[in-house]
T-cell receptor
Framework: EAQVTQNPRYLITVTGKKLTVTCSQNMNHEYMSWYRQDPGLGLRQIYYSMNVEVTDKGDVPEGYKVSRKEKRNFPLILESPSPNQTSLYFC??????????????FGPGTRLTVT | AQKITQTQPGMFVQEKEAVTLDCTYD???????LFWYKQPSSGEMIFLIY??????QNATEGRYSLNFQKARKSANLVISASQLGDSAMYFCAMREGTSLLVGSEKLVFGKGTKLTVNP
Protein backbone atom coordinates (compact mmCIF):
# COMPACT_ATOMS: atom_id res chain seq x y z
CA GLU A 1 0.00 0.00 0.00
CA ALA A 2 1.34 3.40 -1.01
CA GLN A 3 1.71 5.50 2.07
CA VAL A 4 3.59 8.04 4.13
CA THR A 5 4.29 6.93 7.67
CA GLN A 6 5.25 9.05 10.64
CA ASN A 7 6.44 8.10 14.08
CA PRO A 8 5.58 8.69 16.76
CA ARG A 9 1.93 9.62 16.31
CA TYR A 10 1.76 11.27 19.71
CA LEU A 11 4.55 12.70 21.82
CA ILE A 12 4.67 14.63 25.05
CA THR A 13 8.08 15.97 25.96
CA VAL A 14 9.76 18.63 28.03
CA THR A 15 11.47 21.82 27.00
CA GLY A 16 14.99 21.30 25.73
CA LYS A 17 14.93 17.54 25.24
CA LYS A 18 16.00 16.74 21.70
CA LEU A 19 13.57 14.71 19.65
CA THR A 20 13.21 13.31 16.16
CA VAL A 21 10.01 12.65 14.26
CA THR A 22 10.55 10.13 11.51
CA CYS A 23 8.89 10.19 8.11
CA SER A 24 9.08 7.52 5.47
CA GLN A 25 7.38 7.06 2.10
CA ASN A 26 7.26 3.95 -0.08
CA MET A 27 6.30 5.61 -3.37
CA ASN A 28 9.79 6.58 -4.58
CA HIS A 29 8.77 10.22 -4.41
CA GLU A 30 11.38 12.88 -5.01
CA TYR A 31 9.73 15.68 -3.09
CA MET A 32 9.12 15.59 0.65
CA SER A 33 8.02 18.27 3.03
CA TRP A 34 7.15 19.00 6.64
CA TYR A 35 4.22 21.14 7.72
CA ARG A 36 2.88 22.22 11.04
CA GLN A 37 -0.78 22.85 11.69
CA ASP A 38 -1.96 25.27 14.33
CA PRO A 39 -5.54 26.32 15.08
CA GLY A 40 -6.65 29.22 12.92
CA LEU A 41 -3.44 29.20 10.89
CA GLY A 42 -3.91 26.30 8.52
CA LEU A 43 -0.78 24.38 7.54
CA ARG A 44 2.57 26.08 7.19
CA GLN A 45 5.64 24.60 5.59
CA ILE A 46 8.69 24.06 7.80
CA TYR A 47 11.24 22.46 5.46
CA TYR A 48 11.19 20.68 2.17
CA SER A 49 13.45 18.46 0.12
CA MET A 50 13.51 18.17 -3.63
CA ASN A 51 15.75 15.09 -3.61
CA VAL A 52 18.43 13.30 -1.62
CA GLU A 53 20.79 15.77 0.03
CA VAL A 54 18.73 18.72 -1.25
CA THR A 55 16.78 20.50 1.46
CA ASP A 56 15.62 24.05 2.01
CA LYS A 57 13.68 26.20 4.42
CA GLY A 58 9.97 26.73 4.21
CA ASP A 59 8.02 29.47 5.91
CA VAL A 60 8.63 28.57 9.55
CA PRO A 61 12.00 26.79 9.82
CA GLU A 62 13.24 28.27 13.11
CA GLY A 63 13.92 25.63 15.73
CA TYR A 64 13.87 22.71 13.31
CA LYS A 65 16.38 20.68 11.33
CA VAL A 66 15.95 18.08 8.64
CA SER A 67 18.08 15.69 6.67
CA ARG A 68 17.54 13.65 3.50
CA LYS A 69 20.16 10.94 3.33
CA GLU A 70 17.88 8.45 1.62
CA LYS A 71 15.09 9.08 -0.81
CA ARG A 72 12.43 7.44 1.32
CA ASN A 73 13.20 9.10 4.67
CA PHE A 74 12.92 12.69 5.80
CA PRO A 75 13.22 13.06 9.58
CA LEU A 76 12.34 16.25 11.43
CA ILE A 77 14.65 17.13 14.30
CA LEU A 78 13.89 19.47 17.17
CA GLU A 79 17.25 20.08 18.86
CA SER A 80 15.81 22.01 21.80
CA PRO A 81 12.01 21.94 21.73
CA SER A 82 10.07 24.81 23.23
CA PRO A 83 6.38 25.12 24.14
CA ASN A 84 5.68 27.19 21.00
CA GLN A 85 6.51 24.10 18.96
CA THR A 86 3.50 22.33 20.38
CA SER A 87 1.58 21.53 17.23
CA LEU A 88 0.30 18.91 14.82
CA TYR A 89 3.02 17.97 12.35
CA PHE A 90 2.54 16.48 8.92
CA CYS A 91 5.03 14.95 6.57
CA UNK A 92 4.08 14.93 2.91
CA UNK A 93 5.55 13.64 -0.32
CA UNK A 94 4.88 13.98 -4.01
CA UNK A 95 6.16 12.41 -7.18
CA UNK A 96 8.09 15.46 -8.26
CA UNK A 97 8.18 19.19 -8.34
CA UNK A 98 8.36 20.00 -12.02
CA UNK A 99 4.64 20.46 -12.44
CA UNK A 100 1.85 21.74 -10.28
CA UNK A 101 -0.23 18.64 -10.93
CA UNK A 102 1.43 16.35 -8.46
CA UNK A 103 -0.70 15.99 -5.40
CA UNK A 104 0.99 15.71 -2.08
CA UNK A 105 0.37 12.61 0.00
CA PHE A 106 0.24 13.29 3.70
CA GLY A 107 1.28 11.15 6.60
CA PRO A 108 -1.14 10.59 9.49
CA GLY A 109 0.27 13.42 11.56
CA THR A 110 2.27 13.65 14.79
CA ARG A 111 0.74 15.49 17.68
CA LEU A 112 3.55 17.02 19.71
CA THR A 113 3.17 18.65 23.11
CA VAL A 114 6.13 20.42 24.69
CA THR A 115 5.74 21.29 28.36
CA ALA B 1 -1.25 39.40 1.85
CA GLN B 2 -2.81 35.99 2.16
CA LYS B 3 -2.46 33.85 -0.89
CA ILE B 4 -5.41 31.61 -0.06
CA THR B 5 -8.53 32.96 1.59
CA GLN B 6 -11.34 30.84 2.92
CA THR B 7 -13.92 33.24 4.27
CA GLN B 8 -16.23 30.68 5.89
CA PRO B 9 -14.88 29.45 9.22
CA GLY B 10 -17.89 27.16 9.53
CA MET B 11 -20.68 25.86 7.33
CA PHE B 12 -23.75 23.79 8.00
CA VAL B 13 -25.66 21.70 5.47
CA GLN B 14 -28.49 19.22 5.60
CA GLU B 15 -27.77 15.67 4.60
CA LYS B 16 -28.34 15.05 0.87
CA GLU B 17 -28.12 18.73 -0.01
CA ALA B 18 -25.31 20.35 -1.96
CA VAL B 19 -22.86 22.77 -0.36
CA THR B 20 -20.27 25.17 -1.72
CA LEU B 21 -17.09 25.98 0.16
CA ASP B 22 -15.43 29.20 -0.94
CA CYS B 23 -11.80 29.72 -1.80
CA THR B 24 -10.12 32.71 -3.38
CA TYR B 25 -6.46 32.89 -4.22
CA ASP B 26 -3.87 35.46 -5.07
CA UNK B 27 -1.01 34.87 -7.46
CA UNK B 28 0.69 36.55 -10.37
CA UNK B 29 2.15 33.27 -11.59
CA UNK B 30 0.36 32.10 -14.75
CA UNK B 31 1.05 28.48 -13.86
CA UNK B 32 -0.44 27.20 -10.65
CA UNK B 33 -2.44 24.37 -9.21
CA LEU B 34 -5.29 24.42 -6.76
CA PHE B 35 -6.04 21.58 -4.38
CA TRP B 36 -8.71 20.74 -1.88
CA TYR B 37 -8.01 18.54 1.10
CA LYS B 38 -10.37 17.10 3.69
CA GLN B 39 -9.34 16.67 7.30
CA PRO B 40 -11.76 14.60 9.38
CA SER B 41 -11.66 14.68 13.15
CA SER B 42 -9.17 11.81 13.10
CA GLY B 43 -6.64 14.28 11.73
CA GLU B 44 -5.38 12.86 8.46
CA MET B 45 -5.25 14.99 5.31
CA ILE B 46 -7.16 13.49 2.42
CA PHE B 47 -6.67 14.79 -1.11
CA LEU B 48 -9.98 15.49 -2.84
CA ILE B 49 -9.51 17.32 -6.10
CA TYR B 50 -7.03 19.25 -8.24
CA UNK B 51 -7.44 22.07 -10.78
CA UNK B 52 -4.62 23.34 -12.94
CA UNK B 53 -4.56 26.93 -14.07
CA UNK B 54 -4.49 25.90 -17.71
CA UNK B 55 -7.23 23.31 -17.44
CA UNK B 56 -10.13 24.24 -19.66
CA GLN B 57 -12.75 22.32 -17.76
CA ASN B 58 -13.70 22.34 -14.13
CA ALA B 59 -12.38 19.34 -12.25
CA THR B 60 -14.76 16.71 -10.94
CA GLU B 61 -14.17 13.69 -8.72
CA GLY B 62 -17.29 11.80 -7.81
CA ARG B 63 -19.42 14.03 -5.60
CA TYR B 64 -16.76 16.73 -5.58
CA SER B 65 -16.45 19.38 -8.22
CA LEU B 66 -14.41 22.52 -8.40
CA ASN B 67 -16.04 25.71 -9.61
CA PHE B 68 -12.99 27.40 -11.12
CA GLN B 69 -13.43 31.04 -12.07
CA LYS B 70 -10.02 32.17 -13.18
CA ALA B 71 -10.84 35.82 -13.72
CA ARG B 72 -12.24 36.07 -10.22
CA LYS B 73 -9.41 33.95 -8.81
CA SER B 74 -11.82 31.66 -7.10
CA ALA B 75 -11.81 27.88 -6.78
CA ASN B 76 -14.86 26.88 -4.83
CA LEU B 77 -15.46 23.28 -3.85
CA VAL B 78 -18.93 21.93 -4.45
CA ILE B 79 -20.02 18.80 -2.62
CA SER B 80 -23.20 17.30 -3.99
CA ALA B 81 -25.56 15.11 -1.98
CA SER B 82 -23.83 15.70 1.36
CA GLN B 83 -23.32 12.74 3.65
CA LEU B 84 -22.74 12.63 7.39
CA GLY B 85 -19.20 11.46 6.70
CA ASP B 86 -18.48 14.72 4.91
CA SER B 87 -18.36 16.52 8.25
CA ALA B 88 -14.75 17.67 8.47
CA MET B 89 -12.37 20.57 7.98
CA TYR B 90 -11.74 21.44 4.36
CA PHE B 91 -8.62 23.17 3.18
CA CYS B 92 -7.97 24.91 -0.08
CA ALA B 93 -4.32 25.05 -1.14
CA MET B 94 -2.30 26.45 -4.01
CA ARG B 95 0.98 25.55 -5.59
CA GLU B 96 2.65 28.04 -7.91
CA GLY B 97 4.55 26.51 -10.75
CA THR B 98 6.49 28.82 -13.01
CA SER B 99 9.38 29.57 -10.72
CA LEU B 100 10.93 26.23 -10.00
CA LEU B 101 13.94 27.56 -8.16
CA VAL B 102 12.78 28.60 -4.74
CA GLY B 103 9.96 27.15 -2.76
CA SER B 104 7.49 26.93 -5.58
CA GLU B 105 6.75 23.34 -4.77
CA LYS B 106 5.14 24.08 -1.50
CA LEU B 107 1.47 24.11 -0.89
CA VAL B 108 0.11 27.30 0.59
CA PHE B 109 -2.97 26.54 2.62
CA GLY B 110 -5.99 28.54 3.60
CA LYS B 111 -7.18 28.49 7.19
CA GLY B 112 -9.92 26.02 6.47
CA THR B 113 -13.68 25.70 6.65
CA LYS B 114 -15.36 23.41 9.13
CA LEU B 115 -18.29 21.68 7.49
CA THR B 116 -21.00 20.09 9.58
CA VAL B 117 -23.57 17.87 7.90
CA ASN B 118 -26.81 17.61 9.84
CA PRO B 119 -29.07 14.54 9.60
Amino acid sequence: EAQVTQNPRYLITVTGKKLTVTCSQNMNHEYMSWYRQDPGLGLRQIYYSMNVEVTDKGDVPEGYKVSRKEKRNFPLILESPSPNQTSLYFCASSLGWSTTAYEQYFGPGTRLTVT
Amino acid sequence: AQKITQTQPGMFVQEKEAVTLDCTYDTSDPSYGLFWYKQPSSGEMIFLIYQGSYDQQNATEGRYSLNFQKARKSANLVISASQLGDSAMYFCAMREGTSLLVGSEKLVFGKGTKLTVNP
